[in-house]
């Protein structure tokens, strides 16, 4: 990818709607040419940008759930859990005998249908599963934050007020329901669009997205191939850390280059991690290099993600 693609796709992680025209004045080239590169990249499956909703914000939990399986059962039940909605991904890794993915319940419920039914799955042979308490970096800020030809105050033409966080979860109408339901399929669909999807005007559409982005219940975030950035190896990591040290180790992943998602769970091991690589090699760097100089670290396990079914609440085809 060149400077113009990698640029928009950092300006896109930033601002999902930022527009055309304010990308094409920072990176100096014309609207059509931005255009016409997103447009390529989503044509191609690689890119899109989706609009999704903070778990805490809506009133939900978010579970991230081992499941462990007798050997060749991984890829039908990985598929299963792929197209249940309650699911925000969904990985086989540990060499194809394990699935780790993401689980949205309703905050205050005593477990999700998916939870509830794993343990007595056949195939499953262990189940565990952690709840996630904070959140050090993910959701609205990816690997693309972190990369990219925009300097620091290129990057701020971009960056939309932060949100209000209210008291209260959101509560969502039904009209909202159906403007995210659009968004999660194109964070860029057009007011237009969007009104005829909910029955509103296209006035009441700018307000009300505004004000779901504006209490932190909606953020916008680019979904990619990770191959397109030349990122080809994955790594589920489960790092067990000192509590006094767990949020200078948690802060301290946030600023690394290879961690796409880092959070504090519960069980024994308390800090999850997510990463991307170039290769096995690079893997290695990071493990004995950044991530060996966290503090409170005692214990660390690497499971390789051999596949991705499911990323960003939408199945991925088995074509790609």
Same mark, same amino acid.
């Given at each position: ?22 990308v094409?004045e ?8 931005v ?7 989503r044509?191609s499956?690689?890119?899109?940008v ?7 914000a ?5 579970w991230?759930v ?6 060749g #059962? ?5 598929r299963? @859990? &792929?197209?249940r !909605?309650e +699911? ?5 890794? /540990? ?8 689980v949205?319940?309703? #905050?205050?419920?005593?477990?999700s249908?998916? @939870? &509830?039914?794993? !343990?007595? +799955?056949?195939?499953v042979t262990?189940? /565990?599963?952690h ?8 959701g ?14 290129q990057?701020?033409?971009f960056?939309?007020?932060?949100p209000v ?6 509560e ?5 329901r159906?403007?995210l ?14 009104a005829a999807?909910?029955?509103w ?6 307000r009300r ?5 504006d ?6 975030d ?19 850390v000192a509590?006094?040290h767990?949020?200078?180790?948690g802060?301290?992943?946030a600023g690394h ?7 504090a ?12 690589c ?9 493990l ?5 100089a966290?503090p ?12 991705t079914?499911k990323?960003s ?6 074509s790609?």
């Open positions: 990818m060149d400077r113009v693609e990698l640029g928009l796709l950092q300006a896109l992680q930033i601002y999902g709607r930022v527009p055309f025209s304010q094409a920072v990176l100096g080239v014309s609207d059509q040419t255009a016409r590169r997103y447009q390529a990249l044509a499956g690689a890119v899109r989706v609009g999704q909703t903070a778990p805490d809506v009133g939900e939990e978010s991230l081992r499941v462990a399986c007798t050997p #059962a991984a890829d039908g039940l990985a299963a @859990l &792929a197209n !909605p +699911t925000s991904w969904v990985h086989i890794a /540990s060499g194809g005998s394990e699935i780790v993915c993401m949205r319940t309703p #905050a205050q419920a005593a477990t249908s998916v @939870l &509830a039914r794993l !343990p007595r +799955t056949p195939p262990q189940v /565990s599963a709840c996630v308490v904070h959140v050090f970096f993910g609205p800020t990816s690997q693309l934050t972190k990369s990219g030809p925009l300097t620091r105050a990057a701020e033409q960056r939309p007020p932060d966080l209210p008291d209260d979860p959101v969502l109408t039904g009209g909202d159906a403007l339901a659009e968004l999660a399929r194109d964070g860029r669909t057009g007011f237009r669009e969007l999807a909910t029955g005007s296209q006035t009441t559409v700018r997205l505004g004000e779901l982005r209490s932190g219940a909606l953020y916008f680019v979904d990619f191939a990770p191959e397109v950035l030349g990122l080809r190896t994955a790594a589920s990591l489960w790092l067990s509590p006094r767990l949020e200078s180790a802060t301290a992943l280059a290879e961690v796409g998602f880092a959070a769970t519960t069980g024994p091991a308390n800090l999850y991690v997510s990463v991307l170039r290769h096995p090699r690079a893997l290695y760097g990071y004995t290099g950044p991530l060996a966290l409170g670290v005692s214990a660390v396990e690497t499971a390789p993600v051999m596949r079914l990323r609440e939408t199945a991925v085809q088995s790609k």
